[in-house]
């Protein structure tokens, strides 16, 4: 008897706890709400935690920084522990400062790092509906929306299998998580997010 | 006749064997075999920020190496971001290519790493010879039938030189050793311009 109360109690809280497909009005809201926030958006200033999870490790290999933003593409990620790397993504180009070593990459003429480009500002923003490219799922979970988005490009597909962003109740993205085809991520999740702080160009130098 | 006889001796003294090339004092010993510790701990992730200079390109990234198992490791390199950039497992002596991104997908280049990280990852090596060379120990070994030569100073192994026709071909460099963790890596490749740098993170 005492196992059924067991088992009875972990099923009520799995419940409480497990995310529900979202209906299609609720799907609509969100969508609306996610686009209406990524228009008016145009700068982004966070914090971010990486989590790279790979299935045979004993932890995620946690490396953090800060993130900004400004429309209409620029974006510089820059990692401060447990090692000193920033990426800035600028007038085609990707410019890494590698401990101070620094070196760029001409994406203009590459179309995977074009389109991935296009995916982290998209990402940020939360505006990834795309229905040619992504197949889409809505859930909702607590009092968040939890969003997966499937690459339809099949050579795109190889590298991320889906994306899985979740949004706070005020359509911001809280959570990006990037799942490759081994079913590892990596799982970024933002905090101290400021919209429309002023940020000056100078902030987006490599 | 004198500079022919000079010059034969120069000609032997440029073929001698790596040994004695570097002045080491051959020693007799009762030991067998020598443990390389650095990736042998199943309980322990070893995570590196890694820089790999391959001729002009270089790929900077985190360098994940684990003891799955007796005999199984897994190494894997992702960028900074954490994509993927390849994905090797030794299991057993053999080696798969679990994934890899096409600009690196060059059998020369897989080959190079291949033997590289087997050298990383061999834990017991069996002594051919024994040498020394001031206060530093220096074993002769075999990995893949190639003459490997390990320095050990001070209980800790600090270099693997990989010798071809009683050359240098390849250096592993280990410094800012912490017991059994290697924090600082580097292997110089002296054939081919290719460098891997590891720094313990």
Known sequence: MRNITVYLFLFLVSVAHA????????????????????????????????????DFLN????TSGKLIFKTPDLVKWEYMKPFKYSVLFKDDK????????????????????????????????????????????????????????????????????????????????????????????????????????????????? | MRYLLLSFCLFFLACGSFPKKQHFKIENTSKTSIHNPYFSNKTIDYIYKANIDVYKKSFSGI?????????????????????KLFDFSFIKGEFNVNFIIDEMNKSILIN???????????EQLKINDTYTLDKTNVFE??????????????????????????KEKVVFLFTQINDTIANNIQILHYNIKLNIKLKSI
Do not use: C, W
């Open chain 1, 19 to 54: 995310q529900t497909s979202m209906s299609s009005t609720e799907a609509h809201a969100l969508k609306t709400k996610v686009k209406e926030r990524a228009a008016i958006t145009k700068t982004i200033s966070s914090d971010f935690i990486q989590y790279k999870h790979l």
């Open chain 1, 59 to 62: 932890n995620d290999i946690e």
């Open chain 1, 94 to 206: 990707l410019y890494i400062n590698d401990e101070g070593k620094k070196s760029d990459i001409n994406i203009g003429s590459n179309r995977l790092f074009k389109q991935l480009n296009t995916l982290i500002i998209n990402s940020v923003k939360g505006d990834m509906f795309n229905a040619a490219e992504f197949s889409i799922e809505y859930f909702k979970k607590d009092n968040y929306s939890l969003v997966y988005f499937s690459p339809k490009d099949k050579k795109f597909s190889k590298y991320i299998k889906a994306f899985h962003i979740t949004f706070n109740s005020e359509g911001d993205v809280i959570e990006v998580k990037m799942i490759e085809s081994s079913e590892d991520y990596t799982k970024i999740v933002f905090s101290n997010k400021f919209l429309n702080k002023p940020l000056e160009d100078a902030l987006f130098t490599p």
């Open chain 2, 63 to 83: 360098l994940i190496i684990k003891k799955i198992d007796n005999q199984h490791h897994r190494i894997v390199f992702t960028t900074e971001m954490g994509n």
């Open chain 2, 112 to 122: 190079i790493l291949k033997k590289d990280f087997k050298v990383l990852i061999t």
């Open chain 2, 141 to 166: 070994s075999e990995i893949d039938k190639k003459k490997h030569f390990f320095f050990i100073a001070n209980n800790q192994l600090n270099k693997i030189i990989r010798i071809r026709n009683g």
